[in-house]
């Protein structure tokens, strides 16, 4: 059963570019979640996601961020015209059903802003 | 923000019993005390969790004190491969996890 799957493993862009950040879900699971760590601090929550719907997106960016979960396809993180404060290591889980459920991490994409 | 509190780090030998010990002194009766770690340049792995009893696994105990209000990770025999940095979340009902700055494990062979 392979875990969570994430890619690119690292992404290098310029100010001002696009970064598309993808993830595929453990098989069997409906919900994602994207968290965000930047250099030397925790992880924070940024959005929770199932097909189709956003859920919460209370940890997002209000600009350039968004997220979307398709019908069929891995869930993507976009971020717009990036900035160097952008560069960080972005962590996408995944769990079943139940509030409780464990969730289980990727292993993330490194993001570079030069 | 994290309601959680940790020592920044700990330092332990191989082979040794580790115990990792966590504060959460606002639980309320329905969160759930998780515990995940994050080895270097890795996503987080979830280690264990517990409500008010001790629990076990294949990886940890988790003891939790009668008033709830601490609860210690234990690893039984720590080996090179436990390095890490530890985080214990206090969980309510909620899907968020929230992360502190966790407890950096180190495994001196």
């Known amino acids: 059963n392979a875990g969570v799957m994430q890619n690119p493993r690292h992404l290098v862009r310029r100010r001002g570019q696009e970064a598309r950040l993808r993830c595929s879900p453990m098989k069997g699971h409906s919900h994602v979640y994207w968290y965000r760590q930047l250099p030397e601090e925790g992880l924070k929550f940024m959005v929770y996601l199932q097909k189709e719907n956003i859920i919460d997106e209370s940890g997002m960016p209000k600009e350039r961020f968004s997220a979307e979960f398709p019908k069929e396809g891995p869930s993507i993180l976009r971020i717009q015209q990036v900035v160097r404060g952008d560069s960080a290591a972005y962590f996408c889980?995944?769990?079943?059903?139940?509030?409780?459920?464990?969730?289980?991490f990727g292993p993330g994409t490194r993001l570079t802003v030069l | 923000d994290a309601k959680t509190t940790q020592p920044n780090s700990m330092e332990s030998n191989e082979e040794e019993p580790v115990h990792l010990p966590c504060n959460h002194s606002?639980?309320?009766?329905?969160?759930?005390i998780h515990w995940y770690r994050q080895l270097p340049s890795q996503g987080p792995e979830y280690v264990i969790h517990?409500?008010?009893s001790n629990v076990n696994n294949r990886m940890a105990s988790l003891a939790i004190a009668e008033d709830r209000k601490s609860s210690t990770l234990i690893l039984h025999r720590a080996t090179l491969r436990d390095a890490a940095v530890y985080y214990c979340i206090q969980r309510g009902s909620n899907y968020k996890l929230t992360f502190g700055k966790g407890t950096l494990l180190t495994v001196n062979p």
């Open positions: 889980a995944s769990s079943g059903l139940g509030v409780y459920n464990e969730q289980f």
């Open positions: 606002t639980i309320s009766g329905t969160d759930y």
């Open positions: 517990g409500l008010t």
